[in-house]
């Protein structure tokens, strides 16, 4: 019952979640020993979620998926090229009045992959090209596992907290190797992973829950929150919703100028366009060891609010469009 209103008034239950595990961060932040605790479970959460990954993503799906190399190809532009230069933009014009902090975390939005549930189901409702947008949001997320620690080495520098060999380690051990295994497992048991989605969801929103509780806690404990004014959270709201309309508008100009049909449009407008917070807030524990965790993941949990609800209501507005007319043959025609 609460779902159904909360979808009547276009909102999605996971943001209220969101907000919750905020507001208990807040209340009961995990301090000495269960912050410990906290930190260990985040690392078997997210080794578990990228295993789940693995187990379910079809290498067959992947391979296909590829041969669209011109689709693949602008994707693969829009999510490390146009975003990140936008970001440089966007960083630069309001450093004045911006925090060093939600600066960088703007960056970081913008050098990671795209997401992969939500940029399949927006495709699908929207009746455009699902096997490539499963694949163009899959590929991203594995190029994502070295693309975007050598784009915060590149663009933020030294900024970009203790980035090293030992980074790169810790991104293969807590991400890649899982995702490995579940690939290698996946015989065994994606079809029952596939037969218990609604457990797999459960287990993927829970995962990132729990790192958002660890990294709000963290702020917490620091006394981060006290340099967040209203102004700082108004300013990384319409920073975040000015590059997603740019990205939105590019991709899909871009799109048609280049010839795509609606439905390769469409699977390039949603994966283009999106940004992996169950793959970002993982590697941004790994890449900004040390720093302030809650305020620079704050730019990317506001743009995955607004990814949804423009992404929703874009998708419903190409839904509408109307069904391609059937091409009879000359006997279908004749027998009409």
Do not use: K, Y
């Given at each position: 019952m609460l779902r159904r209103t909360l979808a009547r008034f276009g909102i999605d239950p996971y943001l209220i979640a969101l907000i919750a595990t905020v507001a208990v961060a807040a209340l009961l932040p995990a301090r000495g020993v269960a912050a410990i605790v906290a930190e260990d479970a985040v690392k078997v959460a997210v080794a578990l979620l990228f295993f789940l990954y693995g187990a379910r993503l079809s290498p067959h799906a992947v391979w296909e998926g590829l041969l669209h190399w011109r689709l693949q190809s602008l994707v693969f532009a829009s999510t490390y090229?146009?975003?990140?230069?936008?970001?440089?933009?966007?960083?630069?014009?309001?450093?004045?009045?911006?925090?060093?902090?939600?600066?960088?975390?703007?960056?970081?939005?913008?050098?990671?992959?795209?997401?992969?549930?939500?940029?399949?189901?927006?495709?699908?409702?929207?009746?455009?090209?699902?096997?490539?947008?499963?694949?163009?949001?899959?590929?991203?997320?594995?190029?994502?596992?070295?693309?975007?620690?050598?784009l915060v080495m590149l663009l933020l520098g030294s900024k970009g907290g203790d980035f090293s060999t030992k980074a790169v380690e810790d991104i293969a051990l807590q991400l890649l190797l899982p995702f490995l295994v579940g690939q290698v497992l996946r015989p065994l048991i994606g079809a029952f992973l596939l037969r218990h989605k609604a457990v797999m969801s459960l287990v993927d929103r829970g995962s990132i829950l729990l790192v958002v509780y660890a990294a709000f806690s963290e702020g917490m404990v620091a006394g981060i929150w006290s340099q967040v004014t209203l102004r700082d959270l108004g300013l990384v709201i319409l920073l975040d919703i000015v590059l997603l309309a740019l990205v939105l508008v590019t991709t899909t100009v871009l799109s048609r100028r280049f010839g795509f049909s609606k439905e390769d449009e469409i699977a390039i407008v949603f994966c283009g366009s999106k940004k992996s917070m169950a793959s970002g807030i993982p590697m941004a524990n790994i890449l900004f060891t040390g720093q302030a965790m809650g305020l620079i993941v704050l730019p990317l949990m506001l743009f995955h609010q607004a990814q949804l609800f423009a992404c929703a209501t874009l998708a419903q507005r190409y839904a509408r469009r109307p069904e391609p007319a059937v091409q009879l043959t000359p006997a279908q025609t004749a027998e009409a």
């Open positions: 090229v146009l975003f990140p230069l936008l970001g440089l933009v966007l960083t630069r014009l309001s450093a004045p009045w911006l925090a060093p902090e939600l600066a960088l975390g703007i960056m970081f939005v913008c050098v990671l992959p795209s997401t992969v549930q939500s940029s399949i189901a927006f495709t699908s409702i929207a009746r455009g090209n699902v096997p490539a947008a499963l694949c163009s949001a899959s590929v991203s997320n594995l190029f994502g596992m070295v693309m975007t620690p050598l």
